[in-house]
């Protein structure tokens, strides 16, 4: 269901959601990357949410022909406590529900990518200079 769906028809508001850098799995071509994305209520109550969707918070996104995997996924409450996968749970009043999904694996061999692919990663964010160094191999231009 799209964002503005979800914040015409109920009291939540999506106060993030964006890429997470670094979370595809390295590889020729790196795994996808995976999002972060924080929930509110607009109203000043509790509010339900059905964690039977979440995944991969303890296996990650295995890479195929030399890939890495992918970032686990992770689910907590905005001020800080842990929550599991494949339950219910309440988030209290003002504070926010934040998931971050999990990233893909990669495929193939992380230094046979080819470098103009690698520059506009880096130049797009979904790659950090620190993660193209340290998994494939290369320099930032």
Same mark, same amino acid.
């Given at each position: 269901?799209?964002?503005?769906? %979800? ?6 508001? #999506? ?10 799995? $390295? ?14 209520n607009?109203e000043?109550a509790? #509010? %339900?949410?059905s964690a $039977? ?5 303890k #296996? ?8 890495k ?6 689910a ?11 339950? %219910?749970?309440?988030?209290? +009043?003002?504070? %926010?529900?934040?998931i971050?999904?999990?990233?893909g694996g990669?495929?193939g061999?992380?230094?046979e990518?080819?470098? +103009?692919?690698?520059? +506009? ?21």
């Open positions: 269901m799209p964002v503005e769906v %979800t914040e015409t028809e109920s009291p939540l508001i #999506f106060r993030r959601k964006e890429l997470l850098p670094d979370s595809g799995g $390295a590889g020729k071509h790196h795994g996808g990357l995976a999002q972060v994305i924080e929930i509110g607009t000043d509790p #509010f %339900t949410a $039977a969707t979440w995944d991969r918070l #296996f990650p996104a295995q890479g195929r022909a030399g890939g995997p992918g970032r686990l996924g992770s907590r409450l905005g001020s800080g406590a842990p929550l599991e996968g494949k339950v %219910t749970h309440r988030i209290p +009043a003002g504070d %926010t529900l934040v971050e999904l999990p990233g990669g495929y061999d992380p230094h990518g080819a470098e +103009a692919a690698m520059q +506009a990663d880096l130049g797009a964010g979904y790659v950090t200079p620190d993660t193209a160094r340290k998994q494939y191999g290369r320099e930032q231009d």
